[in-house]
């Protein structure tokens, strides 16, 4: 079966495909285990390195996803497709241009879901939300599956309005979708990116690089981290579970772990020790910005449903340090 | 100041227009007293019946609120301006024209709010949102502003994200909005329409005119009813109240009060006795599509946030069969 994943240049849309690769196979429920025969990975722009070591039935899409065009070239018009759709702009980004953030996150994605429902092959689609539909000064430290959701950015009000589409889809039969609510993922390689959670990687990865880090939040501000690694998995198993089973709610908030930021840095100072690692300085450098949108999100997800398909958080935080070394070791530029 | 309604046709429409117009005034928190120097009332189509009895300085706007043109015949361009917006695709005719329920409720929703924000004018708008945000099998019987919203209607999917919009545009400060959500309103005049909570007036209504009436839910339903009274003066109430005070979260959902069916049928015998008026007969004629949608409404309403701001629930059936024979008694067509 043809598998198309949009946001393929980002961080996370790499290593799914690269995943999705190695497997080669995918078990849906309740049907059975389908092949891949082909991925088409597209975004508005694929980099070198999200293109390497490949093989060739994995083809590269670079267009403007929000566009009809775009839309109309990746999704198949007759054949049974399966589509991860993770393109869209960050939150950071989304702030800072709300007609940017509506024209890719919202008809972007509805444009996306359409040309899925007008297609004659069966469309079998997860959906990227995020955490940052919680918020408010009544939301709990703890958010799950039945949490009202009350999103405080742009970017979290198009995730919130992405999973209501989900729903309403599905439940008209006009696709077989689900989203998944995705926590801090870290640590990711490569530069910082727009989203304002992305000090909870750059903490970790231009230390490890011996760059010192501008640290923008309080060393008390909790995080509710997923590694990549089990990010990636949840996509998967998302993909393969039955969507009827979920019932009328489509949406699992992803399993995650509370760390607070000084228990970041402690581990990675283990582990840079253990490994003979120089590392660069944290600099405590507030940004009111971060802190306010930061303050507001969540600490904690209670992610009953989504453990019972087989997701799960991480053991330890040096864990997961140890596989971003293990992966991602010469491209930070570590000797 | 200038005042535009939407949905200005329909049943609530033609009621706010006129409550308005007895007013002449609004309280607008914390600004002051402000002049009502006009009113346009705008809808698809605008009957006789609503048009009756105004001031010259009504004037009336037939047109597709969903079309750019017709939302930027209404939107003042330089002047600030209260608006009501009212306009929508009910519940079941959203069910069987998914397109239509999107076209209008989400997309035009969306046109009128950003002609909103590109107005020189300050714009403080009272959206109508709906219960029907509510649903599915986890949802609890009583819901309030801290329920997870769970829409099982397309209808009640665009409703939920006008109050998403709601406060993303009121959090950029593109306007100053608030969000409404009525319970099933009670006693409509006239016709059944197309929602599918029809048959909560249907039942007193064409009973009162003699004629037979055939109920398709259960005697045992429960339903949150509200008065059309009550529900214009909570829209007032809505566009008095200073926005800024409702916090990170623009919606109320309003006062209603919970009755059976049997209880409504009741109370209806008492008045008609009382008054010596023979009813037409209720026939138990179950139709499953509206019995599988109301049954997964919720029965009854918690509304703190809107009981502070003075909106209240009728104390009892007898009083509203009663303001509706006032109100209606020669358009019902009953001696």
């Not at 961080?11 to 078990?27: K, M, N, S, W, Y």
């Not at 998944?180 to 750059?202: D, E, M, Q, W």
């Not at 489509?250 to 003979?276: C, N």
Request: with cysteine.
């Amino acid at each position: 079966m043809k598998v198309i994943v949009t946001g393929a240049g980002g961080f996370i849309g790499t290593q799914l495909v690269r995943e999705l690769c190695q497997r080669g196979t995918l078990a849906l429920r309740p049907s059975g285990e389908v092949e891949i025969s082909s991925i088409v990975a597209a975004d508005l722009c694929i980099p070198e390195e999200s293109r390497q070591g490949l093989p060739d039935w994995v083809s590269f899409v670079e267009a403007d996803l929000s566009t009809d065009e775009a839309v109309d070239s990746i999704i198949p018009k007759e054949e049974d497709f399966l589509l991860f759709h993770l393109a869209a702009i960050v939150s950071g980004d989304g702030e800072r241009d709300f007609d940017l953030c509506i024209r890719v996150n919202l008809e972007g994605t509805v444009k996306l879901f359409e040309a899925c429902r007008n297609s004659r092959g069966q469309a079998r689609l997860v959906f990227a939300s995020s955490l940052a539909v919680f918020g408010g000064e009544a939301c709990p430290p703890v958010v799950g599956d039945e949490t009202k959701p009350l999103p405080q950015t742009t970017y979290g009000m198009t995730k919130l309005a992405g999973e209501l589409m989900i729903n309403d889809y599905s439940r008209k039969d006009f696709l077989d979708g689900r989203a998944i609510r995705l926590p801090t993922i870290f640590i990711r390689p490569g530069k910082p990116n727009a989203a304002l959670s992305s000090f909870a990687s750059g903490l970790f990865r231009e230390p490890l690089s011996g760059v010192d880090f501008e640290l923008p939040v309080s060393r008390e501000q909790g995080v509710p981290l997923l590694s990549y690694r089990k990010v990636v998995e949840a996509f998967v198993l998302a993909m393969e579970c039955d969507g009827e089973a979920l019932g009328d709610d489509r949406t699992l908030t992803l399993p995650s772990r509370q760390y607070f930021v000084r228990d970041m840095i402690s581990a990675l100072e283990r582990v840079a020790e253990q490994k003979g690692i120089t590392l660069g300085k944290i600099i405590d450098q507030p940004d009111p910005l971060v802190i306010k949108v930061v303050e507001g999100w969540p600490i904690g997800t209670e992610s009953k449903r989504a453990e019972a398909l087989g997701m799960s958080a991480d053991s330890s935080v040096e864990e997961v340090i140890e596989a971003y070394l293990e992966d991602f070791h010469e491209v930070s530029g570590q000797a």
